[in-house]
């Protein structure tokens, strides 16, 4: 029979294999690479508040288009962020065609996992459940985000944390981001020959060291960081929706 019709394997009506799931696949891998480093990059950015309030506003400001336009301006964060959120949903909307749909799939998978033992099929479902906690958790946070560009600040953002109730998600969210990055980005390594080397196996070994480093680096990172803005909300709770004024704008 030679018109067969598209299935799981992926065969057009002619007989030939479809590409689209390798397309899929690349978007997939393309969309999750820009989100790791994203997260990677605006955790640096975020945590510029554990060198001083007057650093926090200057990356504040920088990213409002300051250095373009006189005082800058928040919509320059909206158009980020809007970037970011629509790649998210791109991303996490290919990523769910490989979840378990029915209990039947899922238990098939959790049988396999226990059946092999084998580290990488274990981390591979820490990804799937972070990445679809992040789903709901990180659309919260993107549309808050996107909507209120311009509470971001020294004081905009820890009242934000603290006086918005705010907390409790980011740690959550915070678990979340990091392991789903850290493994994504080193299945990513794995799957496309990164950094492989002549000893495949050996070099896996490595990667697994570096994204276990990278992990904990970046979640003590997270951590201090969302300490800083905890504290900083709670001892401007009575002043809550003040904006931070550096010395230097106060004296001009």
């Not at 950015?45 to 373009?68: C, P, R």
Request: charged content about 15%; some cysteine; aromatic content about 14%.
């Amino acid at each position: 029979m030679n018109d067969v019709i598209e299935g799981i394997v992926g065969k057009t009506i002619s007989g030939q294999r479809s590409r689209t799931p390798a397309r899929l696949d690349y978007i997939q891998s393309a969309t999750g690479l820009f989100l790791a480093l994203f997260m990677w990059a605006h955790m640096f950015f975020v945590s510029s508040i554990l060198i001083s309030n007057d650093f926090m506003y200057a990356v504040t400001k920088f990213f409002e288009g300051a250095w373009l336009i006189d005082g800058g301006s928040p919509l320059f964060v909206s158009l980020a962020v809007g970037i970011v959120f629509v790649v998210f949903i791109v991303h996490a909307a290919i990523a769910t065609r490989k979840f378990p749909v029915t209990y039947r799939q899922f238990r098939a998978y959790r049988s396999h996992m226990k059946m092999m033992k084998h580290s990488d099929t274990n981390l591979w479902f820490v990804q799937a459940l972070t990445g679809f906690s992040m789903f709901f958790m990180g659309s919260v946070h993107l549309y808050i985000m996107l909507t209120n560009p311009g509470n971001i600040g020294p004081y905009a953002s820890a009242d934000r944390v603290v006086t918005g109730w705010m907390w409790p998600l980011y740690i959550l969210l915070l678990l979340a981001v990091e392991l789903h990055g850290s493994i994504g980005l080193y299945r990513l390594c794995v799957k496309w020959g990164w950094f492989e080397g002549k000893n495949a196996a050996q070099s896996r070994k490595r990667l697994k060291k570096v994204k276990w480093g990278v992990t904990a680096f970046f979640l003590l990172l997270g951590t201090l960081t969302l300490i800083a803005y905890i504290k900083i909300g709670i001892d401007h709770a009575g002043h809550a929706g003040e904006r931070y004024i550096p010395a230097s704008e106060v004296s001009q």
